[in-house]
Every structure is written in C-alpha cells, then in structure tokens.
C-alpha cells in the first residue's frame, strides 16, 4: 500500500540468519500484531524493514514472512543493504548485521511525521496505540515507554487479544528508565535474596528507584530526589515502615534532608542525615489497602559523568519494625504533619572502641 504521508514510521532492521532463535517465529508475530493494531486503531504508519547483509543462501524476508492481502493504513517498506555495502564497514567479517546503522538507513528513508525505532520482535499495547493516535506527540521531543520483556511462545496466529492477554501472564523482566529488573510472571515485582527487601512486605519500590547493586557485602539500591514507594500493609500489626538509608556517592557528605509526603504533596515526616541512618514511619495503613508515598531529598543531586542516574541517596533496608525507642528530642530534628511520628536509627562509627561501631538510637514525636 503506498503511502505518502504517514503519522508513525516505526523502523526495524534484521535478516534472516535465525539471529537470536526463533527469529522468523518472533518477526511474523510482531509484523502481523503491528499491522492490525495500526487497522484496528486506525493509525497511518508505515513499517520500514531494513534488510541487512542478507544470506546469499536464505531467501529474503519479504518471501519468507506472511502478509495479509489488505494492509489497512500500514504500508510496508523493504529496504535491503547487499552485502558489498556491508564489507566496506570495519569489522565486518565479525559482525554480519549492524543494527543501529541500518536503523539509521531506515531512519533517513522514513516519510512519517514521527519515527520510532524498533526491535522485531515488540508487540504494542492498546494503551500505547491510544497514545499514537490520540494527536499528543509533538515534535522535537522524545519519547520512552517502559518494555516488558515476556516468554517465547506468543501465539504467532493468535489475535492481538490473544497475544496481549499471554503476555499479562507470562512476564520476565520490565525495562525501565531505572534500569532492567526480573518480575514476576504475573507483573508483580520479584525481589531476590539480594535486594533490599523482601515480596511478602507489601512493599513496591516504584520510580526513581534503582534496580539492586552489591555495595561491599550488603545489597543497596539507589534513588534519585524524589522517588516512589507503593505500600500495601500486611494483616497483623506490621510495625513502622523501617528504612535504612545512606547519602549517594555525589553528595560529598553534605547534610541532606530527607521527607515523606503522601499523595496530596503533604509533608508527613522530615529528618536531616549525612551518614548511613536507619528511619521509622508511622503510615497511615489499612491491612490490605495501598497507599502511595514519595522519599523526597534534598539538595537535589545532578548526573555526574558517564552515569545519567540522578543518585541522591541509597537505601540499604527497606521493610517493617516493631522496635522499641526510647524518647529522645534531638535539637535540630523536626517533624511535621498531623499525628506524625518520625523515629531515627542512627549508627555512628567510633574507631575501634568497642569493636567499631556502636548505635545510638532516638525518638522524635512531636
């Protein structure tokens, strides 16, 4: 179908070598899921397919994938770059397919007010479709998503119902700004034995948070200045939301201060810290219910270097505490919001006395 003016290009590049296993399996599931998604929701696009280095021994994509009669608003563009071409570039013999330039081939030969570059093997939420054609997008911006890496066996001739619904209940890992981290089947998070907290606390971390390091031998996440938690209490009495928190790497020890806010941007708790603290909230809590809170530091902390990740603390612990404290007012510590309650762990270092470190612990209740 020709088409001179589509709203999307979404380009992608491949040959068919069987590159990653399955390859023709993956490719004929997303090229038949793109083209009804853009009929269903009537999106004018075109999908450019870079044809890189082909096989002199296989035959070519177009022959070998499967096309409906009647593309709909989708036209398909093939652009093939032989393999003379290929063997100018340096490591050729090594490489048979360098994807991110074909990309960009397809990029300089897209006609669409708006390109997105791909991989074969992606389907498109309905979400996402909703957005692409909704009139939203503006130019000279761009755009991310989050991608759901989910099992192989997609049904290649199922519906795009079909296929949406399998990949709800067959995730592996969520590609996020923060980083790649395994999930559960189902989409729920899956927390490891080393990570920060564990899948039972009802606890998910959410955004601005980090996927788990190893820092010494205790796990560690780090966060950026304002980032998310979504709490959901277990039944029973859990105790304080217990975190354990430490300044990021940038900070240079300055003192930092550190809020709980709900979801109306109220301030329920505030402490100051420039050292590895270990802090307790009282949350509002229905056993069952969740509730959503953001870790908010300040001053706010800048990308540095070849790391983008705008790393203003890390949190070592994050669970539930039914300790003790006894009170103690600090002078300088400050607590704000209705009924709130703000407990601190604080844990020095003394040398070598007494085997190193000691903690000293207070309570701050206003």
Known sequence: MAQSDPTLSV??????DDHGATLLRRMQTFTNSFIEQCRRHQLAAELIIVEWNPPADRPRLAEVLHWPDDLGPCAVRIIEVPADLHATFDHAEALPLFQMIGKNVGIRRSRGRFVLATNIDILFSDELMRFLVSGRLETDVMYRVD???VMTHVPVDGSVDEQLAYCRSHFLRRNAREGTVLINPDGTPHYGANDILSAESGIVLERNIFP??????EPIRWAGTDAGILVTPPSGSPGRLTLEVTPGPRTER????????DEAETVLARTRFRERRRVMFDVPR???QASRFSLR???????????????AFGIRHCGWSTDVIPPRLEEGDDVSGPDAAFYVHLRCRFGRLH?????LRRKIRR
């Open 147 to 149: 991608r759901m890496d």
């Open 212 to 217: 788990p390091e190893m820092l010494g031998d």
């Open 355 to 359: 085997g190193g470190r000691q903690r």
């Open 297 to 311: 530091v300040t001053p706010a902390i800048d990308p540095v270097g070849l790391d983008p990740r705008p790393i």
């Open 11 to 16: 380009v992608v590049t491949s040959r068919n």
């Open 254 to 261: 300055q003192e930092m201060e550190l809020q709980l806010l």
């Open 286 to 288: 229905v056993a069952g």
